[in-house]
């Protein structure tokens, strides 16, 4: 803007071109921050967020897997290798688990296991299915999962189910 | 130099103030200035590409003024999704810098835009672009464990 100052020879028609430029540059960056903000706070509030089950092929053979279901309800969580997320998750869950009966925490690395990625319809790391003692998938969550939204999880699951629950 | 752990503190700081000068690149908008600035940011995501995101400038502005006043991390962090979000901002950047550089500078303000993006989410919100990729690159087969 001081060079406008200075340079009193410059047209209005100029100046004004210049200034309508430089408003315009500072109108995208304004729309480029609230757009950056919107996205940041949409992806924050979808971390670890409990969701219902995806429609997943029936019949998923977990233990041939090599993931041994617990009794009432596991947390199978698909993790990376340098993923610090899928690390914090697991210390939660391993948490929770620990203590209550029934209730188990498997992790598993998506390397290992992209058929059942694929078939699951796993796309990120950490994703946490919650899987009732029948196999079937009753909630996911993905993203950091906190303490509470794994409790949320868990009372989303039947008192009753287990290989032989009664429907609800 | 492929594996080990770092700072996870020293990544986002860095891209803080990536995004606060790739926000400057937008400000020039379609100019000789934002096409230097953007050159100069391409270069730094060349280092973090080559280096790691700790053998950056800005890494070594945190190493240097920042981590000495913060006490030691709860956590460590593998820089690896770090260095591959430079590799990411490289490439978004260059292809602003060559189509700058051959007289297309609509692109130079446009590609400091998406860069912007990723380097603020990342700064801001923890958002780490690699984690987010990483499966979907597995499962695409693009990238090998």
Excluded at chain 2, 103 to 123: D, E, K, Q, T
């Amino acid at each position: 803007m001081s060079v406008l100052i200075a340079d009193g020879g410059l047209s209005g028609a100029a100046a004004q071109g210049i200034v309508g430029r430089m408003l315009g540059q500072v109108i995208a960056l304004v729309v480029l921050v609230l757009g950056t903000a919107a996205l940041g706070v949409w992806w924050s509030a979808r971390q670890g967020a409990v969701r219902a089950p995806r429609e997943t092929p029936a019949g998923i053979d977990w233990a041939s897997a090599g993931i041994a279901l617990a009794e009432r309800v596991t947390f199978v969580q698909f993790s990376a290798e340098v993923c610090a997320a899928c690390r914090s998750t697991s210390r939660v869950l391993g948490g929770l688990t620990g203590g209550a009966a029934g209730v188990g925490h498997r992790e598993v690395l998506v390397d290992d296991h992209l058929d059942l990625v694929r078939s699951l319809g796993v796309l990120r790391t950490p994703t946490v299915l919650v899987v009732d003692g029948g196999g079937r998938e009753v909630a996911r969550m993905s993203g950091v999962v906190s303490d509470s939204q794994a409790r949320q999880a868990l009372n989303r699951v039947p008192a009753a189910t287990g290989a032989e629950g009664e429907q609800r | 130099m492929s594996t080990g752990m770092i700072d996870p503190r020293g990544p986002r700081v860095g891209a803080s103030i990536t995004s606060v000068l790739l926000a400057v690149v937008v400000l020039l908008g379609q100019s000789t200035a934002g096409l230097l600035l953007l050159t100069f940011m391409m270069l730094s995501f060349l280092l973090g590409t080559l280096r790691g995101a700790e053998g950056t400038w800005q890494g070594w502005v945190f190493k240097t003024f920042v981590r000495p006043r913060l006490d030691p991390p709860a956590e460590m962090e593998d820089r690896r999704p770090p260095r591959f979000a430079q590799g990411i901002g490289l490439l978004v950047t260059a292809v602003g810098v060559v189509l700058g550089a051959f007289g297309m500078l609509s692109a130079v303000p446009i590609a400091a835009g998406v860069a912007f993006v990723a380097a603020a989410l990342n700064a801001v919100f923890n958002l780490c672009l690699g984690c987010e990729l990483y499966l979907l690159l597995r499962r695409s087969g693009l990238v090998r464990a």
